[in-house]
């Protein structure tokens, strides 16, 4: 890619790897958020697309375009939290280390558990919603299409993503080396959505 052209990318997030829980879910989204705080991106003349990742572990934006001060000041503004909190909450990444994650991010080595690839579901939601917002600029649709592309990749000729391959998965194996077989016990899963759902399709298998 035109290293030029990479100068223009732009990424805050907060995630399970530099951030606690309460500080996630202070910034969490909805689906709902995600499209207004995206349009308040693009609002700004100078920005040309912008993609918002939000999954259980992280909440990341990804601009194409404007300034790092123009994006702090959308943030401080949608959270209503005063733009140096913002700076000290979310890990800021510009240019070549905007792909690095990205490309990280689909190859499962940036997951809560090495190999997992649910996020890479999740990044593809998050790219078709701003493809549908009309907010998916040439750089980020072909900066995307070009990860997707290296997480197969690295899928299908490494081990990375072999064995437990999700949280609730190895959730779930470390419970069978404590206490022996599953099919007996009963548990309440509390407060999980769709890991909570996923682990029960998992113990009934």
Request: aromatic fraction near 6%.
């Amino acid at each position: 890619m035109n290293k030029s052209l990479l100068a223009s990318l732009h990424l805050f997030g907060v995630s399970h790897h530099h951030s606690k829980l309460e500080i996630r879910s202070k910034y969490a989204l909805n689906e709902g958020q995600s499209d207004i705080i995206r349009k308040q991106f693009t609002d700004i003349a100078s920005v040309r697309g912008c993609v918002v990742i939000t999954t259980c572990n992280r909440t990341e934006f990804i601009i194409d375009g404007g300034s790092e001060q123009a994006a702090l000041q959308v943030l401080s503004e949608f959270y209503g939290v005063d733009e140096a909190i913002i700076e000290k909450d979310f890990r800021y990444m510009d240019g070549w280390q905007v792909v690095r994650h990205l490309f990280r991010l689909t190859s499962g080595l940036d997951s809560m558990v090495l190999g997992d690839i649910q996020v890479t579901s999740q990044l593809k939601d998050a790219v078709r919603s701003s493809r549908e917002g009309a907010s998916l600029s040439p750089l980020l649709s072909k900066l995307t299409q070009s990860a997707f592309k290296a997480g197969k990749r690295v899928r299908n000729e490494t081990g990375v993503s072999d064995g437990a391959a999700s949280v609730s998965y190895t959730a779930l194996i470390m419970a069978r080396e404590y206490l022996g077989p599953l099919s007996e016990l009963s548990a309440l899963v509390e407060g999980t959505g769709s890991m909570g759902s996923e682990s029960g399709r998992i113990t009934a298998k």
